[in-house]
């Protein structure tokens, strides 16, 4: 029996220069396609137009990487300096580079990607992807929290595959543990096992993967608007929440503080989960489409 692991793992796959291919890199590109083809999958399943698939992985893929790099440098990048400036008459303590210097968003090889981030960019995304189809395609009459329901399966398995490339990375672990399957970072540093953090959100986004899933093929919960992403966000969040207790600050100034800012942000998305599990099983069942043109060709366009 172990008493602890060693990892001291290469976060790059591939080397060449300066740089290479990351782990991490490669694992968010898979983590997107599989949850593309899951989709494309469904929509087949509901006879969902063709064109949908492909819509859907531009605007999400775009969504989620823009609302995870907004995410981390507004929610993450609050740094206390040696003087306190002032603005207005009011006095900060702490100030955020992005914001005096706003092209150094697009420096993402230097890292910073954040999960509510992301899952907000995927909201806001799927709000507008909506928009989008009904303004040209009214006779669908879908929603996006259709999409959400949805896409929030195949999302638990994206989330375990870039929580893999943070075990990669080495980061976002844990205190100090000794548990048997404690990690000791060696490229951090560290001399002391330390709980896996990552591995245990991996598991809690499969089972959000496996739930969600395995509702959607086996139950009438897709036509219950809201019920899976409500699921979805209670088993991601309330789960994430619970799991901050046990890991590191991930920013000095959280230090001292009652709930650290993963908390705080996963609030709102623990809410929003209770609220639309009650909203669905408060609303009849959405109708079964069983008849929708395959093609959005404005000749295939009348729903017989």
């Not at 899951?38 to 605007?59: G, T």
């Not at 996006?144 to 329901?149: E, G, Q, V």
């Not at 309330?238 to 046990?246: G, N």
Request: proline content about 5%.
């Amino acid at each position: 029996m172990f008493n602890f692991i060693v990892w001291d793992v290469d976060p790059i796959l591939i080397h060449f220069g300066d740089g290479g291919i990351r782990w991490y890199g490669l694992l968010w590109a898979v983590g997107l396609y599989v949850c593309w083809a899951l989709n494309d999958r469904m929509y087949k399943s509901e006879n969902c137009p063709a064109e949908w698939s492909d819509q859907l992985f531009f605007w999400m893929a775009a969504g989620t990487i823009i609302g995870a790099r907004l995410g981390h440098c507004w929610f993450y990048e609050w740094h206390q300096y040696g003087e306190p400036w002032h603005l207005f008459g009011w006095e900060f303590t702490y100030r955020n580079p992005y914001i005096e210097h706003p092209l150094r968003l697009f420096r993402i090889w230097e890292g910073g990607l954040a999960s509510h981030g992301g899952t907000l960019g995927i909201i806001i995304t799927a709000i507008l992807l909506n928009k989008y189809r009904f303004s040209r395609y009214p006779q669908f009459g879908t929603s996006w929290i259709w999409i959400l329901d949805r896409l929030c399966i195949g999302a638990g398995l994206t989330g375990a595959l870039i929580r893999l490339g943070n075990l990669f990375n080495s980061e976002i672990y844990g205190g100090p543990t000794d548990l048997p399957w404690g990690f000791i970072f060696v490229r951090e540093g560290l001399t002391i096992p330390c709980h896996p953090t990552q591995i245990y959100e991996m598991i809690y986004c499969l089972i959000a993967f496996a739930v969600t899933y395995t509702l959607y093929h086996k139950t009438d919960a897709r036509r219950r608007e809201g019920l899976l992403l409500g699921i979805f966000l209670e088993i991601v969040f309330f789960t994430r929440f619970c799991l901050e207790f046990i890991k590191n600050d991930q920013e000095a100034f959280e230090a001292g503080h009652l709930l650290n800012m993963g908390q705080l942000l996963s609030i709102p998305f623990i809410v929003l989960g209770l609220y639309l599990i009650i909203r669905a099983y408060r609303r009849p069942l959405s109708p079964v489409v069983d008849k929708r043109p395959r093609s959005l060709d404005p000749k295939y366009q009348d729903v017989k």
